[in-house]
């Protein structure tokens, strides 16, 4: 709270600089691709191969213990999110003999949960993840640098 204040008090121009200062010591603290799990990877790659949009990838090993990584793709619509959340199923357990935890929300489909235990899975439909904004909510999180190719 202190810290918002201070923030808001601050000339624009400080402000600027200062948030200038913070979005970049958060890219310098990206992690990068190559550090990921292979379970991690393939995710991320069935995601893309079946069109998801907006991939990303949030490293939480420093702010939390309940797992390593999310994964958030979005879908254009119902269809698309069980697809890629069939793909990422099918794909993990076929090349590394992986079933998730549990799964949620496949049948509505706005939201599929897929968890893992050292990663958890977010696949929206577009409108729900701008509602909930995952990335905004663990924005302390780092950021996984993602290759342009899957």
Same mark, same amino acid.
């Given at each position: 709270?202190?810290?918002?204040?201070? %923030?808001?008090?601050?000339? +624009?121009?400080?402000? %600027?600089?200062?948030?200038?200062?913070?979005?970049?010591?958060?890219?310098?603290?990206?992690?990068?691709?190559?550090?990921?799990?292979?379970?991690?990877?393939?995710?991320?790659?069935?995601?893309?191969?079946?069109?998801?949009?907006?991939?990303?990838?949030?490293?939480?090993?420093?702010?939390?213990?309940?797992?390593?990584?999310?994964?958030?793709?979005?879908?254009?619509?119902?269809?698309?999110?069980?697809?890629?959340?069939?793909?990422?199923?099918?794909?993990?357990?076929?090349?590394?003999?992986?079933?998730?935890?549990?799964?949620?929300?496949?049948?509505?489909?706005?939201?599929?949960?897929?968890?893992?235990?050292?990663?958890?899975?977010?696949?929206?439909?577009?409108?729900?993840?701008?509602?909930?904004?995952?990335?905004?909510?663990?924005?302390?999180?780092?950021?996984?640098?993602? +290759?342009?190719?899957?």
């Amino acid at each position: 709270m202190e810290d918002t204040l201070k %923030e808001k008090s601050l000339h +624009p121009a400080v402000a %600027e600089t200062v948030e200038t200062a913070e979005i970049a010591a958060k890219s310098e603290r990206a992690t990068p691709y190559t550090e990921l799990d292979e379970r991690v990877k393939l995710a991320l790659h069935c995601a893309d191969e079946k069109k998801g949009i907006g991939i990303s990838a949030l490293d939480l090993r420093e702010i939390t213990s309940f797992t390593d990584f999310f994964i958030v793709v979005s879908g254009l619509n119902t269809r698309q999110v069980q697809a890629i959340s069939d793909e990422i199923e099918v794909q993990v357990k076929k090349q590394l003999g992986e079933k998730p935890l549990r799964i949620e929300g496949h049948s509505t489909a706005e939201w599929v949960l897929m968890d893992y235990g050292d990663f958890v899975v977010h696949i929206f439909e577009n409108k729900t993840r701008d509602f909930y904004d995952l990335e905004r909510l663990w924005r302390d999180a780092r950021k996984v640098e993602l +290759p342009k190719e899957l």
